[in-house]
């Protein structure tokens, strides 16, 4: 009888401190909610559901100076709900602005590889070069996260390929560094593709400097153990390009003479 008394007190001690705990955390996650914004909102963004989008709009007279449609949107943008992102850019949410961590909206969805939300974005009118107040370009988030098809795409739609963030590093350089972390053999030839996408374009510039004052060339050649491939193939166009400007130069000073 002892026994069995002590075990009910043990367990209704247990349970008295731990009711406070869990309104404590069910407190947090309520603040949290609140945070991000109009719980419908998040919740239509979550369940991909344009219809509860729709009525959660309904209750919201303006969701702008409240940012809760630039939330939902750069939620949506993340996670690829093309039917949400057009809805409340149909509401006149304002796709211009940044979110957390620096990013702008065009620049979440490249970072996260949401090629089609990119596509949708740009046809907008959205600035394609926008980095937000620490200037991570759409490209060079792409270019660092390995998202080879949208790194493709804004190429195509004439993303400025040597704009430098705050370190200086272009997309080149970011791409390059980050092909050098990497061990696992497909992240490598992830970054590996993206390197030749890169080098491909005339318009890359190899002799942009960062920061620190080295170029991608010399950031490769501090390294401990650069790849090889990357390393050889990075002289050769350096070598190329040289050569190429030097007879530019050459004939210019022939056809003076």
């Given at each position: 009888m002892k026994k069995r008394l002590r075990k009910i007190l043990l367990i209704s001690l247990f349970f008295s401190a731990a009711v406070p705990f869990t309104m404590q955390a069910m407190d947090e996650e309520e603040a949290r909610r609140k945070e991000l914004g109009n719980d419908?909102?998040?919740?239509?963004?979550?369940?991909?559901?344009v219809e509860a989008m729709e009525q959660a709009l309904l209750f919201e007279d303006d969701i702008q100076p409240k940012g809760l449609g630039r939330r939902a949107l750069m939620q949506a943008a993340g996670d690829s709900c093309l039917g949400i992102?057009?809805?409340?850019?149909?509401?006149?949410v304002d796709i211009s602005k940044?979110?957390?961590?620096?990013?702008?909206l065009l620049g979440k969805a490249a970072a996260d590889g949401r090629l089609e939300t990119v596509r949708l974005l740009l046809e907008s009118n959205i600035d394609i070069d926008e980095g937000g107040t620490c200037d991570y370009t759409p490209l060079r988030l792409a270019a660092s996260r390995g998202?080879?098809?949208?790194v493709k795409f804004?190429?195509?739609?004439?993303?400025?390929?040597?704009?430098?963030g705050t370190s200086g590093y272009t997309a080149l350089m970011v791409a390059v560094m980050q092909e050098g972390f990497k061990t696992?053999?497909?992240?490598?030839?992830?970054?590996?593709?993206?390197i030749d996408q890169l080098i491909a374009e005339d318009e890359v510039d190899l002799w942009a400097r960062a920061n620190d004052g080295s170029n991608v060339l010399e950031q490769l050649e501090q390294r401990s153990n650069p790849r090889k491939e990357t390393i050889n193939k990075i002289r050769k166009l350096f070598w190329k390009r040289t050569s190429e400007t030097l007879r530019e130069e050459?004939?210019?000073?022939?056809?003076?003479v």
């Open positions: 419908d909102l998040s919740s239509a963004v979550e369940h991909r559901d992102v057009k809805l409340l850019i149909g509401k006149k940044q979110g957390r961590f620096c990013s702008t998202r080879s098809g949208v804004l190429l195509a739609s004439k993303a400025d390929i040597n704009k430098k696992d053999p497909k992240e490598i030839q992830k970054f590996t593709y993206i050459v004939k210019s000073e022939l056809s003076v």
